[in-house]
């Protein structure tokens, strides 16, 4: 079955600094979104990416979804503490309903 | 506009009982989805609903079923509970079958 892959699984970061989370698929995927989750709440949607080679940013996010659609990844500059939380890829395959989720990466920052 | 919420909040239930844990999705949107995430992991998709149909299901066992009314609104139903079924369950709605998930608190389940 289809298989997402997140790296790394902690990442701690001094506030200020930029950090780099990945995201694998073992299949090609249609479209990949990313989710934030603080700590105690849900998931929020973040962003979607649909086109192969596509970026997108949301001012010190920026998303990646790679040429062959089976990567992605999330680079955030100039880390803050309000980006604290836990951060999901999630992907559906063609003609598939079932999003597959990553197991996230867990983001604490030293202030 | 109304976001998506879930009842209860909280559930305590012993090995061998039945739940049913309720979502009222967020105003126009027509898909309910499950997830039932465990504690450091990611959600994992139970299954999905499109007009009161299942539209596609996740590898969880017949035990867990489900429901959507005409009002787009859905319940999980959980027999013959077991420890592993402790977790959050998450409903999400969207618009559509594979558009963004818009995500509830969550019901917090534990199985004793």
């Known amino acids: 079955g289809q298989q997402v892959m997140q790296i790394p699984q902690y990442q701690h970061v001094q506030e200020g600094e930029d950090f780099t989370t990945y995201c694998n698929s073992s299949?090609?995927?249609?479209?990949i979104q990313w989710y934030k989750q603080r700590p105690g709440g849900h998931p929020v949607f973040l962003i979607q990416?649909?086109?192969?080679?596509e970026v997108k940013k949301q001012k010190r996010l920026t998303f990646q979804f790679g040429e062959a659609k089976k990567n992605s990844s999330l680079h955030i500059t100039a880390t803050q503490t309000t980006d604290v939380g836990t951060y999901f890829c999630?992907?559906?395959?063609?003609?598939?309903?079932?999003?597959?989720f990553g197991a996230g990466t867990t983001v604490t920052v030293r202030a | 506009e109304t976001g998506v919420t879930q009842s209860p909040t909280h559930l305590i239930k012993t090995r061998g009982q039945q739940v049913t844990l309720r979502c009222s999705s967020q105003?126009?949107?027509?898909?309910v989805s499950w997830y039932q995430q465990a504690l450091g992991q990611g959600p994992q998709f139970i299954f999905q609903?499109?007009?009161?149909?299942?539209?596609g299901r996740g590898n969880f066992p017949p035990r867990f079923s489900g429901l959507q009314f005409p009002n787009y609104s859905s319940e999980l139903n959980v027999n013959a509970l077991e420890l592993d079924d402790s977790a959050l369950y998450l409903c999400?709605?969207?618009?559509?079958?594979?558009?963004?998930?818009?995500f509830g608190p969550g019901t917090r389940l534990t199985v004793t």
């Open positions: 999400a709605s969207s618009f559509g079958g594979n558009w963004e998930q818009y």
């Open positions: 299949t090609t995927l249609s479209n």
């Open positions: 990416l649909v086109k192969s080679g």
């Open positions: 999630a992907g559906y395959r063609s003609n598939d309903y079932k999003l597959s």
């Open positions: 105003s126009g949107h027509n898909t």
């Open positions: 609903y499109y007009r009161e149909e299942e539209n």
